[in-house]
């Protein structure tokens, strides 16, 4: 029975750069040789990996909308298993496209439709920009900007006077007053019989 599947296809950088529609062929010939039916493929994004992945530090994300037979997919599996240009994948099964993939799809396939030559390896992703509230842009805005600036004063008188020693001695005061509370339990083992507290 044919079902409807969103796979997530992480390709390797070095095939994009040389050429997205090639990397992007690479999936879905594969697709094709299997029986699928392609609804939608598309790039999904460019970005640094968790963690490496067959050397590398960074992935183009292709995500892909398709209908395919059940008993079709351990060989797909297994194709993408073999690739070394396609670093990971998941398929997923869906109960139809979500709204918009298709358009999203069809503006990727555009005549001035252009993919942004990934990044080095090493390259990190940029900073988010904060989005501005309105609540931010009021007068609690104000506010907000000297907070971070009391407290960096704060911080750095604190560092300025305080000696290492300091902190062992503030370490000292939390396990006396740790003890402390620790002793009430000390009156109820004195309540014990002779014979407990023999043993």
Do not use: C
Not at 48 to 60: D, F
Not at 92 to 101: I, K, N, Y
Not at 139 to 145: L, P, Q, R, V
């Amino acid at each position: 029975m044919s079902q409807i599947y969103e796979g997530m296809f992480l390709l390797d950088n070095d095939v994009v750069r040389e050429g997205y529609e090639g990397a992007k062929a690479l999936v879905t010939s594969a697709l094709d040789k299997h029986g699928a039916t392609l609804l939608s493929v598309r790039r999904w994004g460019e970005r640094r990996l968790a963690y490496p992945i067959s050397g590398r530090r960074r992935a183009t994300f292709l995500i892909a909308y398709y209908q395919i037979d059940g008993g079709e997919i351990p060989g797909l599996r297994r194709e993408f298993d073999l690739s070394e240009k396609v670093l990971r994948y998941l398929f997923v099964s869906v109960d139809a496209v979500p709204e918009g993939e298709v358009e999203l799809a069809q503006a990727e396939g555009a005549s001035d439709f252009a993919v942004p030559e990934p990044p080095d390896d090493d390259a990190l992703d940029p900073e988010p920009v904060p989005e501005e509230t309105e609540e931010g842009a009021g007068g609690e805005g104000g506010e907000e900007t000297s907070a971070p600036e009391a407290s960096a004063d704060g911080a750095e008188k604190t560092s300025e006077e305080t000696p290492s020693p300091a902190g062992e001695e503030s370490s000292e005061e939390a396990s006396s007053e740790a003890s402390e509370s620790s002793e009430p339990s000390a009156p109820d083992e004195s309540d014990e019989t002779p014979e407990k507290q023999e043993a």
